[in-house]
């Protein structure tokens, strides 16, 4: 087989690799979509049913019927959640600004390492800190209730 060939059929291979990966991922966003526009009765169905009439009751209830359907206000609540999202982000814009204007044009004690720090901060995902603590205090239980059961096993 020529070079070119084998390229080929590496990116198409690849491109296969790529489509079911993203397929895999975009399973739980399709089935939440399915299940939006299932009648009630058949969303916690056993076995599923894949086949049947759409309907828009769950958005009706939700939008327009709101408050005697689920207990909420849905309208308030998403005014909240915008409002609280928009103060954030332009809080923490202005913010940002002003501090990178500061470690850009400003020459201070420590600049190098608070800039070091800002940029370790984000390259680590929040949920990867809190981790290693739950798994460390596990650890910990399990180490002091065997201690405590082999102590009283040696009486």
């Known amino acids: 087989m020529k070079k070119h060939a084998i390229q080929t059929i590496k990116d198409y291979g690849l491109l296969i690799f790529m489509l079911v990966i993203g397929l895999m991922n975009l399973t739980p966003v399709i089935w939440s979509m399915i299940t939006s526009v299932k009648p009630a009765q058949l969303t916690f169905s ?21 408050e005697t359907a689920i207990g909420i206000n849905v309208y308030n609540t998403l005014i909240n959640s915008i409002v609280v999202a928009l103060t954030s982000t332009f809080l923490t814009l202005f913010i940002g600004c002003f501090a990178a204007f500061s470690l850009i044009n400003f020459r201070f004690r420590f600049r190098k390492t608070i800039s070091f720090a800002i940029l370790a901060t984000r390259m680590l995902p929040p949920i990867g800190t809190i981790i290693p603590f739950g798994n460390g205090r596990m ?14 096993q040696l009486w």
Request: charged share 15%; hydrophobic share 45%.
């Open 46 to 66: 056993i076995p599923p049913v894949f086949f049947f009439k759409p309907t828009l009751e769950g958005y009706n209830m939700l939008f327009f019927n709101s």
């Open 139 to 152: 650890k910990v239980h399990h180490f002091v209730a065997i201690k405590y059961r082999s102590s009283i």
